[in-house]
């Protein structure tokens, strides 16, 4: 173990014995070559271990257990697994207002609003082109002179009209 990664863990598991087997070992080895290290493990034990060192323990009071216990188990059992984890960013991702959704959403909106409003238009002139040439072709097959005149005599409308009724 190197000076830095014993410095890293000396102040915290360390001193608390709260390291593995293995890490223990390899700190005491480099403990044992290195005076450096050494002189910080002495200077942490006088400075964070031996104030507290003296105290006497406290036991909680009842009501603080009883508001933890009901707090841990208010709480929702966690779920493991990658299947878990991939439902979570799932939902996530699709049930939480993102303002660059709302914006893309919005700005695409925009777009189909504009290309059907166009697209209609251009819709709308073709059709009335191909229904004068439509016009003008029944008219011509009902041998009727008058294309877009008004009504006729007995009111049924212009001899397409009439041709159809």
Request: aromatic share 10%; hydrophobic share 40%.
């Amino acid at each position: 173990m190197k000076c830095k990664n014993l410095k890293k863990y000396l102040l915290t598991d360390y001193l608390d014995n709260q390291m593995t087997v293995r890490e223990e070992r390899e700190a005491a080895a480099h403990l044992a070559e290195c005076p450096q290290c050494q002189q910080l493990l002495r200077e942490a034990r006088i400075k964070s271990v031996a104030p507290l060192s003296d105290l006497s323990p406290q036991e909680p009071p009842v009501y603080l257990w009883h508001r933890i216990r009901l707090e841990i188990e208010s709480r929702p059992a966690p779920r493991f697994g990658w299947l878990a984890d991939f439902v979570t960013n799932i939902q996530n991702a699709f049930f939480m207002p993102r303002p660059v959704f709302v914006l893309s959403s919005f700005a695409t909106l925009l777009v189909m609003v504009g290309l059907f409003i166009n697209l209609n238009g251009v819709w709308i002139k073709g059709h009335e082109e191909n229904g004068k040439d439509s016009i003008s072709y029944l008219s011509f097959l009902s041998g009727a002179a008058e294309l877009s005149g008004g009504e006729t005599e007995n009111g049924l409308g212009t001899s397409i009209e009439q041709y159809f009724l």
